[in-house]
Structures are given as C-alpha cells and as structure tokens.
C-alpha cells in the first residue's frame, strides 16, 4: 500500500501562484502513477493532470498551460506548480497513486488517495 500526505494549500489572491506537494512512502511510490485531483463545494471531483510511471503528461481541460507536474522519484514526492491561480481553481486539492503504468482522469484509475490541501483564490 501506498499512503500520500499533501501539502503546500493556501489562500492566494487571484493571478498568484502555489506549488502542492504530495509526499508518498509505503511499498515503492516511485513505480506508480500519479495524479492530482480537486473537488470544489459543490461539485464532483475532477482531474487536475497526471504522470505516469515513465514520467508521461497529462493535463485535463483548463489547466493547461498553467499548471505543471513533476515527479521526483528520489524523493518519493509528487507536485503542482500552479500558476496565474484564479477564484474557480478554489478547492480541496487530493493526490492519487495507482500501480498502473499508465495515468488517467477518472477516480476508479486509482487505488490510493489522500487527505487533500485546500487552496482559495480571491479575486
């Protein structure tokens, strides 16, 4: 089993920028896929970008550009760098770790998850 432990969420005004951390430990992180997710009040949560376990890209709808994730296989630790933050990118931010090789967007492509982050954008 794999357990996640976030964080890096905050408050920030709109235009700023954070960088989420997600830090994994248990049975070798290192060789699974990875992804974050947020849910905002209200609704369903959804895919933010993923890596997988070669290190592969993706990033769901709105996000790109913006948005960045790395892995660092050393350090067991998964992040997102978020740029130009705006009021609807507000909400409990979770990572998620599958041993699949490769990532996806939907909830049911992972095994593990965390407890999340919170991150708020004013305007």
């Known amino acids: 089993a794999v357990q996640l432990v976030e964080s890096g969420g905050g408050s920030v005004q709109a235009g700023g920028s954070l960088r989420l951390s997600c830090a994994a430990s248990g049975s070798t992180p290192s060789t699974y896929s990875m992804g974050w997710f947020r849910e905002a009040p209200g609704k369903e949560r959804e895919g933010v970008a993923c890596v997988g376990r070669y290190g592969d890209t993706r990033y769901f709808d709105s996000v790109k550009g913006t948005f960045t994730i790395s892995k660092d296989n050393a350090k067991n630790t998964l992040y997102l760098q978020m740029h130009t933050l705006k009021p609807e990118d507000s909400g409990m931010y979770y990572c998620?770790?599958?041993?699949?090789?490769?990532?996806?967007?939907?909830?049911?492509?992972?095994?593990?998850w965390g407890q999340g982050t919170q991150v708020t954008v004013s305007s």
């Open positions: 998620a770790a599958d041993d699949g090789t490769s990532c996806g967007r939907r909830l049911s492509d992972y095994k593990y």
